[in-house]
């Protein structure tokens, strides 16, 4: 696939995200899709998965935005970066939300199958989105990685 298509459906993707419209977003992605946020712990696998783990996200972040800035590909691996704005609400996190919205840098890592998105790897700073929210970085990662704070072991699914 070539690097145009590849950021077509990223774009592609990164609307339907910022409509948290789950149906559509899960159209772009391969039936074994596997979605993965190393700063919230998670990796989905599978459109059920997938499905589940972005419902859960639009219900934390409900007013959840991103905007691609840039991009560059190999070939095969395509990387974008650019901005998400979120508001966190609810209790996922074991805090009390604080009504402020944060914007983040982020970057994201695709791969491709079948022209299709086969596997998204979302970064973006857990402390930042803390502090912009309001909210204790510690008590979330206790929340999100246990006891230590820190994530689990290379392979083991996060919560």
């Not at 899960?26 to 989905?44: K, S």
């Not at 857990?126 to 990662?141: H, I, K, M, P």
């Amino acid at each position: 696939m070539n690097g145009h298509r590849m950021f077509e459906l990223a774009q592609a993707l990164a609307v339907t995200k910022s409509r948290r419209d789950v149906p559509a977003a899960m159209e772009l992605c391969h039936p074994d899709m596997v979605l993965e946020a190393p700063a919230l712990g998670t990796t989905a696998r599978g459109t059920a998965a997938n499905e589940k783990a972005l419902t859960r996200f639009f219900a934390t972040f409900p007013d959840y935005d991103v905007t691609l800035q840039g991009h560059a590909d190999n070939g095969v691996t395509l990387i974008c970066w650019g901005a998400a704005r979120m508001t966190m609400t609810g209790d996922r996190f074991g805090v009390v939300p604080t009504g402020r919205r944060a914007e983040l840098p982020v970057f994201i890592q695709f791969a491709f199958e079948d022209g299709l998105i086969a596997r998204e790897r979302f970064f973006f700073d857990l402390s930042a989105l803390c502090a912009q929210s309001g909210v204790s970085t510690d008590a979330v990662r206790r929340k999100v990685f246990g006891a230590t704070g820190l994530p689990a072991s290379p392979g083991q699914e996060g919560r």
